[in-house]
């Protein structure tokens, strides 16, 4: 049972280039979401999608972009990464009456 | 502005002391958990919570909601160097927002053998 899974895991860019970070679920859940996390703004919501083909912005939107084609997948796009965008990026799925959420491992992307 | 304060911002103690994260807010909130992140790692759902007074039990940590359901405490008793993490609390509004939770800022705990 896998649940969340992130890739890469790991990442390093060039300032400019277009990353996509990819994110599946194993369950069925509607929500997904993507977060950054970083030393001392703690989780800063992006992008979340309440199902298929259903997206709206977050917190900080700036700069990325989400598709979701399929329930289970959720892949955002840095289409001109900045060095400002150096963080760790975490997935999430929920579902339920109390918004009970779901993490992925997380991926660290570097932009130089 | 919705927020969720978390208190302390970071805890360094000694192994088998008490501890107790305060979670406040000035917002009702229909439930709220908490999570630990370990290094490396993604937050883990610990508990969740959805009844003004409510008291959940976790092994040797213990969950309490307020009774106006804006403020929440997690009390770890006789911590163990297996407890360090970042603990998170979030929020989740009565109405629902898209799923969406407002995130504490995290309180940064050390346990030291």
């Known amino acids: 049972d896998a649940g969340i899974t992130q890739s890469p895991r790991y990442k390093i860019t060039e300032t400019g280039r277009q990353v996509t970070l990819m994110c599946h679920q194993t369950?069925?859940?509607?929500?997904m979401f993507w977060y950054r996390q970083d030393l001392g703004h703690g989780l800063r919501l992006i992008y979340y999608?309440?199902?298929?083909?259903?997206?709206d912005k977050g917190e900080v939107p700036d700069g990325y972009v989400v598709s979701r084609s399929k329930t289970e997948n959720f892949p955002l796009t840095l289409e001109s990464a900045t060095r400002s965008q150096t963080s760790v990026y975490f997935c999430?799925?929920?579902?339920?009456?109390?918004?009970?959420?779901?993490f992925g491992p997380g991926t660290r992307l570097t932009v130089l | 502005t919705q927020l969720l304060e978390q208190s302390p911002q970071f805890l360094s103690i000694q192994e088998g002391e008490n501890l107790t994260v305060y979670c406040n807010s000035s917002?009702?909130?229909?439930?709220l958990q908490w999570y630990r992140q370990e290094p490396g790692e993604g937050p883990v759902l610990l508990v969740t919570?959805?009844?003004?007074?409510e008291v959940k039990k976790l092994k040797r940590l213990t969950f309490q909601f307020g009774d106006a359901r804006k403020d929440s405490s997690l009390h770890i008793t006789a911590a163990q160097p297996g407890d360090t993490g970042l603990y998170l609390c979030?929020?989740?509004?009565?109405?629902?927002?898209?799923?969406?939770?407002?995130f504490g800022q995290g309180t940064e705990l050390s346990v030291k053998p």
């Open positions: 999430a799925a929920g579902q339920g009456a109390y918004n009970e959420q779901f």
């Open positions: 369950w069925s859940h509607s929500y």
């Open positions: 999608s309440a199902a298929a083909d259903i997206t």
């Open positions: 917002s009702v909130f229909s439930s």
């Open positions: 919570v959805v009844t003004g007074g």
């Open positions: 979030a929020g989740a509004y009565r109405y629902n927002q898209g799923g969406k939770l407002i």
